[in-house]
């Protein structure tokens, strides 16, 4: 699976991402709209993590798909 796909199956997926990062509230997933840049940066932003970090842990997520 690549970045596309995650993006035009977004609305399946929210399930796994708000299982995955509890903090993200449901605005939160419509704003990120299955954008990668936008998931890190909430991530950066709710968790209070280094992008780096937040980058980490999305590919994490994105390799157990």
Same mark, same amino acid.
Do not use: H
């Given at each position: 699976?690549?970045? @596309?796909? +995650?993006? /035009?199956?977004?609305?399946? #997926?929210? =399930?796994?991402?708000?299982?995955?990062? %509890?903090?993200?509230?449901?605005?939160?997933? @419509?704003? +990120?709209? /299955?954008?990668?840049?936008? #998931?890190? =940066?909430?991530?950066?932003?709710?968790? %209070?993590?280094?992008?780096?970090?937040?980058?980490?842990?999305?590919?994490?997520?994105?390799?157990? #798909?």
């Amino acid at each position: 699976m690549n970045w @596309d796909q +995650i993006e /035009g199956k977004w609305k399946q #997926l929210r =399930g796994s991402v708000k299982q995955q990062w %509890g903090k993200l509230t449901d605005d939160d997933l @419509d704003r +990120i709209d /299955g954008s990668r840049d936008r #998931l890190v =940066g909430k991530l950066q932003e709710a968790y %209070g993590v280094e992008r780096e970090e937040a980058d980490r842990q999305v590919s994490a997520w994105f390799d157990r #798909l």
